[in-house]
């Protein structure tokens, strides 16, 4: 069982940045590929980015290319979503996932094996 705790969000005006983080409970945090998703109001949950195992790949939605950063620290149990130049249509609660595979914690999200509860992220324009 993992245990997983987003942190850091909150209103920000746009062209702010903001930086993510998601603890992971338990010693097989670097077992799982790690994914962030995002939900609007009325809208469907959205992939926003993804890191595998060891962190040397990764995927992005192609709305946050380029502003967005995900990075983990496999000794720390955290992943972190580093969100640069804030638009405010990036505004949505943010899910921090795990999953088996970079593939599980990308598309629609539903292989992802764990989620975290959400953090919200308002961007004032």
């Known amino acids: 069982q993992v245990q997983l705790v987003e942190s850091g969000g909150g209103l920000v005006q746009a062209g702010d940045s903001l930086r993510l983080s998601c603890a992971a409970s338990?010693?097989?945090?670097?077992?799982?590929?790690m994914g962030w998703f995002r939900q609007a109001p009325g809208k469907e949950r959205e992939f926003v980015a993804a890191?595998?195992?060891?962190?040397?790949?990764?995927d992005y939605a192609d709305s946050v290319k380029g502003r967005f950063t995900i990075s983990r620290d496999n000794a720390k149990n955290t992943v972190y979503l580093q969100m640069n130049s804030l638009k405010p249509e990036d505004t949505a609660v943010y899910y921090c996932?795990?999953?088996?595979?970079?593939?599980?914690?990308?598309?629609?999200?539903?292989?992802?094996?764990?989620w975290g509860k959400g953090t919200l992220v308002t961007v004032s324009s």
């Open positions: 996932a795990a999953g088996a595979g970079l593939a599980s914690v990308t598309g629609r999200g539903n292989n992802v094996d764990y």
């Open positions: 338990g010693r097989t945090f670097s077992r799982y590929a």
């Open positions: 890191i595998n195992r060891s962190g040397d790949g990764t």
